[in-house]
Every structure is written in structure tokens, then in C-alpha cells.
T-cell receptor, first 113, second 110 residues
Framework: SAVISQKPSRDICQRGTSLTIQCQVD?????MFWYRQQPGQSLTLIAT?????????ESGFVIDKFPISRPNLTFSTLTVSNMSPEDSSIYLC??????????FGPGTRLTVL | TQLLEQSPQFLSIQEGENLTVYCNSS?????LQWYRQEPGEGPVLLVT?????EVKKLKRLTFQFGDARKDSSLHITAAQPGDTGLYLC??????????FGTGTSLTVIP
């Protein structure tokens, strides 16, 4: 298994600013992902965080808006850039082990005013 | 358009009743997972199914993967208030990324 922590747990930000969310895993994992979720709704995959290289983004998400880093096997960051109220959501980090088990962090609840 | 459609979207039942949640797609998946999520927390993996027709049981929960690997179901027997939560299926086409279904919000009334 893997235990995932995220920081911050929540934040309230002003329009036009940027927020970086950190994700730390307690063990080495093969893959890390970033998702977005509206409360009570399903998860939308933003991107796959690749170690040492550019992230792989899903349709509708771009690097300029959601830059992602993964400098090693256990750590990743997601930045939400030039925020607008439409970016208000819960952002979740997940890690996948070599057994294809996926574990999630508790999420970061972002509110943009 | 969502890759995986779940039904029902909302379900409210009395404690002790049985229920089934469905997860359907037109795509063939290499594997499919079911998660439960409680408010303020991330989803927690319940089960992974990889073989068409596979049935897995986890206490009162029974998971089935369709023969064609395009659909799945989750059956809960004698539901309890602790089963309340958002149930999500997630399918993988390649074995890497998982795409989540639309979700089923279950409320079990004591």
C-alpha cells in the first residue's frame, strides 16, 4: 500500500494568482496522477506526472495552466496558474503501485474568489 | 462524454436492503476498479477485476466484471449505514491511467 499526503488541505485564493499543491508518497510508486473533482461528483483525470520529464495531459488540460513536476519517485506538485472562479474544485493526487493498486491523497479544496 | 456511465446516480435505501450499482461502457477495459469515497477524503480502492466474467466478494459486497470486459456491477447485501458514500468505478484501457465513472451516491438510512 501507499500513504499519500497533500499540502495544503484547503486554500482560498484571489483571481489571477497561482497555487502549488504538493503530493508526497511514503513509498516508491510507479505512477502518479492528478485529478480534479467537484464535491459529490466523479473524478476527472488532469494528467500523469512523469518522473524527470514533462507530464502527459488529458484532453482539455494544458501545461501552461496546470504545470506539473515530479522530480523523484515519491513527490509531485501541481500548480493551478492564473486562477479563476471556474478553477474552484478539489484537486486529488494519486499514486499507483506496480500491482496497479491506486491510492489517493485526501485532496486539496481550492476556492477562487 | 464520460467513458463510464454509472446507474443509478443517487440511491437512498433502508438499512438491511440489498442494492446493485451498475457501471457501463462501450469500451473494453484491461481492468476495472471500484472505489468508495467519503466526504472530505480521497477514494479508497475496494477491488480490482481483470478477467471477463470474474466475480469477487468482499464481505457483503460482490463485484462482477462483464464477460466482454465492458461493464461491471457492485451488489451490496443487507446494507448498513456505514456503507453510505460515493461509489466510483474506474476503468483502464492500457493498464496505466484509470478513467472514473459518473459515480453513485448511496445513502443507507438507519
Amino acid at each position: 500500500s501507499a500513504v499519500i499526503s497533500q499540502k495544503p488541505s484547503r486554500d482560498i485564493c484571489q483571481r489571477g494568482t497561482s497555487l502549488t499543491i504538493q503530493c508526497q508518497v511514503d513509498s516508491q510508486v510507479t505512477m502518479m496522477f492528478w485529478y480534479r473533482q467537484q464535491p459529490g461528483q466523479s473524478l476527472t483525470l488532469i494528467a500523469t506526472a512523469n518522473q524527470g520529464s514533462e507530464a502527459t495531459y488529458e484532453s482539455g488540460f494544458v501545461i501552461d495552466k496546470f504545470p506539473i513536476s515530479r522530480p523523484n519517485l515519491t513527490f509531485s506538485t501541481l500548480t493551478v496558474s492564473n486562477m479563476s472562479p471556474e478553477d474552484s474544485s478539489i484537486y486529488l493526487c494519486s499514486a499507483q503501485t506496480r500491482f496497479n493498486e491506486q491510492f489517493f491523497g485526501p485532496g486539496t479544496r481550492l476556492t477562487v474568489l | 462524454t464520460q467513458l463510464l456511465e454509472q446507474s443509478p446516480q443517487f440511491l437512498s435505501i433502508q438499512e438491511g436492503e440489498n442494492l446493485t450499482v451498475y457501471c457501463n461502457s462501450s469500451s473494453v477495459f484491461s481492468s476495472l476498479q471500484w472505489y468508495r469515497q467519503e466526504p472530505g477524503e480521497g477514494p479508497v480502492l475496494l477491488v480490482t477485476v481483470v478477467t471477463g466474467g470474474e466475480v469477487k466478494k468482499l464481505k457483503r459486497l460482490t463485484f462482477q466484471f462483464g464477460d466482454a470486459r465492458k461493464d461491471s456491477s457492485l451488489h451490496i447485501t443487507a446494507a448498513q449505514p456505514g456503507d453510505t458514500g460515493l461509489y466510483l468505478c474506474a476503468g483502464s484501457l492500457t493498464g496505466n491511467q484509470f478513467y472514473f465513472g459518473t459515480g453513485t451516491s448511496l445513502t443507507v438510512i438507519p
